[in-house]
């Protein structure tokens, strides 16, 4: 009789033993119980299961998981390819509705329905401006942000060659650097710690909400080069320049972070704000600490914010899906304080905007969150006015030809259209504005605009000697470096005290425009000027602010003005002019021949510098000491007797 087959087992010695329900598979060689308990399987015997048999098993696994992956990845690939194709469809279309709306206003001559209907296609009133960036903001049609970075030819050579050669990651760089300057604080903790908390103090109001919580230990060892950065500000705020040997240490630490942090990405949020903070403010003192460019750390700091933040994913969340991560407002605030910085910093030196339109259009995201501010609102209201005076600055030329001065004198004064546009818009919020930024910004532009207006009135043949529209032009001038003045006076010293950069280059400005103009003055307005920026000076003095860069600089320039006022008295006297100087709130009708031959005309191309130049080195005259006198009335007049005297 034929011996009875053996039957193979179906299921393995230790699931028989559990009465357990036992699958065998193959490529793993044992029953998923016991591949999963790591135990011997009785299977794998019984299937005679070798090693070259269990790899080609998972390789034609690997391989049918592979081909579908690749399925997948070439239907993606079709997909993104037909959306390409679709979107320079749309792009055509929209190119070619832009250039019959154009054409039709070329036709009709009408300038404003041209910004009336691309403003209408933006389909934002925030965004209406950004559309004649020209020169100073890169034009991009595709608002594509950084979809295809990671799809970049360099991006992923940098990913092979990373891979091949085992680089190092760029950000340990940073951290070896940090710890020189964690041996700094390691040596003077207490000091540092002080120092740190009181910038934080004394400049709350500029400081990003949504970073720090405190200042401690644990945040110092988490972010060390933001640390290092409210030290040495904290240094630099300090009366009478103390602490100079450590100020010397610490600035040279900050600029070698500064500079392998240049190089480094991706930078930590907290690295990009402390770029920020130098940017808005100086780290270096006088005489031997070069001062650094803001406008190249600004433009710096915008790009390593679009290296390291995800701003597709940023907008995704608060468009697509109404999420309002904390995290996100905290970056957007970063950002958009990078973008004034910049802005200004491009509009005071004369530079171009390092920034494309499509990236600079997430700035007003910050307003749709739940617990946006106020300080949120005026940051955008700030942008919004420095788009539209960049867009002036875009064809200054013909913008000065296009002006029709009948149209925009009011009261002897001129009323830019642009500017007066945008104080309508944010009228409500300029009103709540208690610290004064925007006004402080709109009376900036209005001094700069004036100034480069007489310039090229002056360089016009046709429009030279036209001494109305000169009149009406310094008149406008004067008018808003008055009100800087005054407003500084007004604001609060909590406000004052631990102002960027930017406001001092403001107040400084605004004294040097009066400086360059007081010789179409008269006697009255000449002392009523020098009496407002000596109050300048002793307001700075009385805040707190003894001994720094601000009260130095404005001191030079009270200096120079009244020496100036006193030299110009001395001459008018000897050649008996009197008062013939013109008033600067002369009627603008009055052309006569007296007026022509006036000191008015004799006035050359105003010169920013032209005040403080003329003692750069001068040692002998020492500002007096304000502690010497009780009230400013005496103060003001010993400036003069002390120049009288000498």
Same mark, same amino acid.
């Given at each position: 009789?034929?011996?009875?087959?053996?039957?193979?087992?179906?299921?393995?010695l230790?699931?028989?033993?559990?009465k357990?329900?036992?699958?065998?598979?193959?490529?793993?060689?044992?029953?998923?119980?016991?591949y999963?308990?790591?135990?011997?399987?009785?299977?794998?015997?019984?299937?005679?299961?070798?090693?070259?048999?269990?790899?080609?098993s998972?390789?034609?696994?690997?391989?049918?998981k592979?081909?579908?992956?690749?399925?997948?990845?070439?239907?993606?690939?079709?997909?993104?390819?037909?959306?390409?194709?679709?979107a320079?469809?749309?792009?055509?279309?929209?190119?070619?509705?832009?250039?019959?709306q154009?054409?039709?206003?070329g036709?009709?001559?009408?300038?404003?329905?041209v910004?009336?209907r691309?403003?209408?296609?933006?389909?934002?009133?925030?965004?209406?401006?950004l559309?004649?960036?020209a020169?100073?903001i890169?034009?991009n049609?595709?608002?594509?942000?950084d979809?295809?970075?990671?799809?970049s030819?360099?991006?992923i050579?940098?990913?092979?060659?990373?891979?091949?050669?085992?680089?190092?990651n760029?950000?340990?760089?940073?951290?070896?650097?940090?710890?020189?300057?964690l041996?700094?604080?390691?040596?003077?903790?207490e000091?540092?710690?002080?120092?740190?908390?009181?910038?934080?103090?004394?400049?709350?109001?500029?400081?990003?909400p949504?970073?720090?919580?405190?200042?401690?230990?644990?945040?110092?060892?988490?972010?060390?080069?933001?640390?290092?950065?409210?030290?040495?500000?904290?240094?630099?705020?300090?009366?009478?320049?103390?602490?100079?040997?450590?100020?010397?240490?610490?600035?040279r630490l900050?600029?070698?972070?500064?500079?392998?942090?240049?190089?480094?990405?991706?930078?930590?949020?907290?690295?990009?704000?402390?770029?920020?903070?130098?940017?808005?403010?100086?780290?270096?003192?006088?005489?031997?600490?070069?001062q650094?460019?803001?406008?190249?750390?600004?433009?710096?700091?915008?790009?390593?914010?679009?290296l390291?933040?995800?701003?597709?994913?940023?907008?995704?969340?608060?468009?697509?899906?109404?999420?309002?991560?904390?995290?996100?407002?905290?970056?957007?605030?970063?950002?958009?304080?990078?973008?004034?910085?910049?802005?200004?910093?491009?509009?005071?030196?004369?530079?171009?905007?390092?920034?494309?339109?499509?990236?600079?259009?997430?700035? /007003? $995201?910050? #307003?749709?969150?739940?617990?946006?501010?106020?300080?949120?609102?005026? +940051?955008?209201?700030? *942008?919004? &006015?420095?788009?539209?005076?960049?867009?002036?600055?875009?064809?200054?030329?013909?913008?000065f030809?296009?002006?029709?001065?009948?149209?925009?004198?009011?009261?002897?004064f001129?009323?830019?259209?642009?500017?007066?546009?945008?104080?309508?818009?944010?009228e409500h919020?300029?009103?709540?504005?208690?610290?004064?930024?925007?006004?402080f910004?709109?009376?900036?532009?209005?001094?700069?605009l004036?100034?480069?207006?007489?310039?090229?009135?002056?360089?016009?043949?046709?429009?030279?000697?036209?001494?109305?529209?000169?009149?009406?032009?310094?008149?406008?001038?004067?008018?808003?470096?008055?009100?800087?003045?005054?407003?500084?006076?007004?604001?609060?010293?909590?406000?004052?005290?631990?102002?960027?950069?930017?406001?001092?280059a403001?107040?400084?400005?605004? /004294? $040097?425009? #009066?400086?360059d103009?007081?010789?179409?003055?008269?006697v009255e307005? +000449?002392?009523?000027? *020098?009496? &407002?920026?000596?109050?300048?000076?002793?307001?700075?003095?009385?805040?707190?602010e003894?001994?720094?860069?601000?009260?130095?600089?404005?001191?030079?320039?009270?200096?120079?003005?009244?020496?100036?006022?006193?030299?110009?008295?001395?001459?008018?006297?000897?050649?008996n002019?009197?008062?013939?100087?013109?008033?600067?709130?002369?009627?603008?009708?009055a052309?006569n021949?007296?007026?022509?031959?006036s000191?008015?005309?004799?006035?050359?191309?105003?010169n920013?510098?032209?005040?403080?130049q003329?003692?750069?080195?001068?040692?002998?005259?020492e500002?007096?000491?304000?502690s010497?006198?009780?009230t400013?009335?005496?103060?003001?007049?010993?400036?003069?007797?002390?120049?009288?005297?000498?």
């Open positions: 009789s034929k011996k009875p087959k053996k039957r193979r087992a179906l299921s393995c230790s699931c028989r033993k559990l357990t329900r036992c699958d065998f598979e193959l490529h793993l060689g044992k029953c998923h119980r016991c999963k308990l790591r135990l011997e399987c009785s299977l794998t015997t019984e299937y005679n299961i070798n090693p070259d048999q269990l790899r080609a998972r390789l034609d696994t690997i391989a049918d592979s081909s579908d992956i690749n399925g997948i990845n070439t239907r993606l690939n079709n997909v993104e390819a037909s959306m390409g194709k679709l320079q469809k749309m792009d055509m279309l929209i190119q070619m509705v832009g250039n019959n154009f054409s039709s206003a036709e009709n001559g009408t300038n404003s329905n910004t009336r691309l403003s209408g296609s933006i389909g934002s009133d925030q965004r209406s401006q559309t004649s960036f020169k100073h890169t034009r049609t595709n608002n594509d942000l979809t295809y970075v990671k799809e030819p360099l991006s050579i940098k990913q092979i060659d990373s891979k091949l050669f085992k680089r190092i760029k950000y340990d760089l940073l951290e070896k650097a940090c710890e020189e300057f041996e700094f604080y390691y040596a003077n903790e000091l540092c710690l002080q120092l740190g908390k009181s910038f934080l103090e004394i400049s709350h109001f500029w400081i990003i949504g970073g720090i919580k405190e200042l401690n230990r644990k945040y110092v060892m988490e972010h060390p080069f933001i640390t290092c950065v409210f030290v040495i500000l904290a240094m630099c705020f300090d009366e009478n320049y103390n602490y100079v040997e450590e100020q010397k240490a610490l600035y900050t600029t070698k972070l500064l500079g392998i942090a240049l190089i480094t990405d991706p930078l930590t949020d907290h690295d990009i704000e402390a770029i920020l903070y130098i940017s808005l403010y100086n780290i270096a003192r006088k005489p031997k600490q070069p650094i460019d803001n406008w190249f750390l600004s433009a710096t700091g915008i790009k390593h914010f679009i390291s933040m995800d701003f597709i994913a940023i907008k995704e969340r608060i468009l697509r899906y109404n999420i309002f991560d904390p995290d996100d407002l905290y970056h957007l605030r970063i950002w958009n304080s990078l973008c004034a910085s910049h802005f200004q910093a491009a509009i005071s030196s004369g530079r171009p905007v390092s920034i494309t339109k499509d990236y600079f259009d997430i700035h /007003s $995201l910050s #307003l749709k969150f739940p617990k946006a501010t106020i300080g949120d609102a005026i +940051k955008v209201s700030e *942008l919004d &006015l420095d788009v539209k005076f960049l867009t002036i600055l875009d064809d200054l030329s013909q913008y030809k296009t002006i029709d001065f009948e149209e925009i004198v009011c009261d002897n001129l009323k830019f259209k642009e500017l007066e546009s945008w104080k309508l818009k944010w919020l300029i009103k709540k504005d208690v610290s004064g930024i925007l006004l910004a709109y009376d900036y532009f209005y001094i700069i004036s100034r480069r207006l007489i310039g090229y009135i002056k360089c016009d043949k046709t429009r030279s000697k036209d001494t109305r529209r000169l009149s009406y032009t310094y008149n406008t001038a004067c008018h808003h470096s008055f009100m800087t003045l005054e407003r500084l006076l007004k604001l609060p010293s909590s406000l004052i005290r631990g102002s960027p950069s930017t406001a001092l403001q107040i400084v400005y605004a /004294s $040097l425009t #009066l400086c103009f007081l010789q179409i003055m008269n307005e +000449k002392t009523m000027t *020098l009496n &407002l920026i000596s109050k300048i000076y002793w307001h700075l003095n009385h805040i707190g003894k001994m720094n860069d601000a009260t130095d600089t404005v001191g030079k320039i009270i200096k120079s003005i009244v020496e100036a006022a006193n030299n110009n008295n001395n001459n008018n006297n000897n050649n002019t009197g008062n013939s100087t013109t008033s600067l709130a002369a009627n603008g009708n052309t021949s007296k007026r022509e031959n000191e008015f005309m004799k006035v050359t191309e105003p920013p510098t032209s005040s403080y003329k003692h750069p080195n001068d040692t002998s005259v500002i007096p000491d304000v010497q006198f009780n400013f009335e005496e103060f003001f007049n010993g400036l003069f007797s002390d120049l009288q005297g000498n």
